[in-house]
């Protein structure tokens, strides 16, 4: 049996961890059955103290991995014979390019736009953790964090200009159907679609932004796993 | 018999497409010989007028293949005994996510720092159409372009952060070896290696810039092919 370990705040109907989505997506890409125990921040240490400090944390039986690549490398791994995750070694190295881009782009993007929705989400011993982690990290109060938010939000949508060319070759990063690769941008996505009810890209369809279109298909993935939360109102 | 025809200045020695330099990258990975044939941009609608407009224009046989990522695809596809420019069909498809940032980022960050630097190299037929054509597409005179060309050298290192975040973890966007995906970034650097003697990337080396040893390697590649062009001086 496995269980996945991801993140919530004061609902913990609502995971919202852009890293834990991207497990969440792996596993069901996979077709394999997990249980989803959503974690608030200040539990987290708590969960395997010696692996990890942050999730998603995968338990498979006896075997305990953290980290979001490593476990999409593990179930590519270990369940060789279910729907691949990278598509070969060659895709499996260039998610790593995906990642960088990700996390060096659209993370840090995101995150001086949502970062005090996210903060305004927690229960009231993770928001005084988060506020102190995220202020050191950033080097302000989040109040100053968000306070070009709006020229921010505006300015988001031409960050993914990458995304946006390739799609006009392919619907999806991993080619005709999705790869790991995917769930990497989708879970940044994610994250802010569940804490957020910033408008973040423009309308799909004809004439509208491709990469809107891209992320509907995302959450119509594997039944739909990633709609089961609702946007934020 | 494999002709490839490339982009040449006023000086042949010296052909500097970054998307002909990704097929001469891609022809060498394959390990096939074959004739460059460097050619001036107002000579290059004559090569094969029903198939494209620019090069690189492959020659194989009785074959003609036009447009970079198209002469990959086609090498992969006809000598699959030869190293592999993908690493299957994941790779294949995540290189067009890597062409997307190479094209929405690079491309154009470059290009505004070294577009004079192309027009002054070229024989003045050339240089004619070039200015045509480019100040077209800036809307602007090219002297206008490079006004701002300190500022641009100086912010264009951070826009490789993704690729930066990526050599944390493995030496090639191709992981222990590299790919096409590689080329495509390199041809990029390269262009503006062989055009312009801006300095656009700091020192490599302990402490220095990952990127900078990065290209380094791909320099070092197929017996040093990339190094027969000398940089500008």
């Excluded at 070009?148 to 505006?154: L, Q, T």
């Excluded at 879970?187 to 004439?207: P, V």
């Amino acid at each position: 049996m496995i269980t996945l370990y991801t993140l919530c705040g004061a609902d913990a109907s609502r995971p919202f961890s852009p890293h834990a989505w991207k497990a969440v997506m792996a596993l069901a890409h996979k077709g394999l059955a997990f249980d989803e125990i959503p974690t608030p921040f200040t539990a987290i240490p708590a969960i395997a103290p010696d692996v990890a400090k942050t999730v998603p944390i995968l338990r498979d039986g006896s075997r305990i991995v953290a980290d979001s690549f490593v476990i999409a490398a593990y179930l590519e791994e270990t369940y060789p014979d279910r729907p691949t995750l990278f598509g070969g070694p060659g895709g499996e190295a260039m998610a790593r390019f995906v990642e960088g881009w990700a996390n060096a782009v659209v993370h840090p993007a995101l995150s001086a736009i949502i970062v005090k929705d996210i903060h305004d989400g927690l229960a009231p011993a993770d928001q005084a953790y988060f506020r102190e982690t995220r202020e050191k990290r950033f080097g302000k109060p989040l109040e100053a964090v968000v306070a070009n938010r709006d020229a921010d939000i505006s300015a988001f949508a031409a960050k993914l200009q990458p995304l946006r060319l390739m799609l006009a070759r392919q619907p999806f990063i991993g080619g005709a159907t999705p790869l790991f690769a995917d769930y990497i941008v989708f879970g940044a996505l994610q994250w802010a679609r569940i804490t957020s009810s910033a408008e973040l890209l423009a309308a799909g369809g004809a004439g509208g932004d491709p990469v809107t279109d891209w992320f509907e298909r995302c959450l119509d993935l594997h039944g739909g796993i990633a709609r089961t939360v609702p946007a934020a109102a």
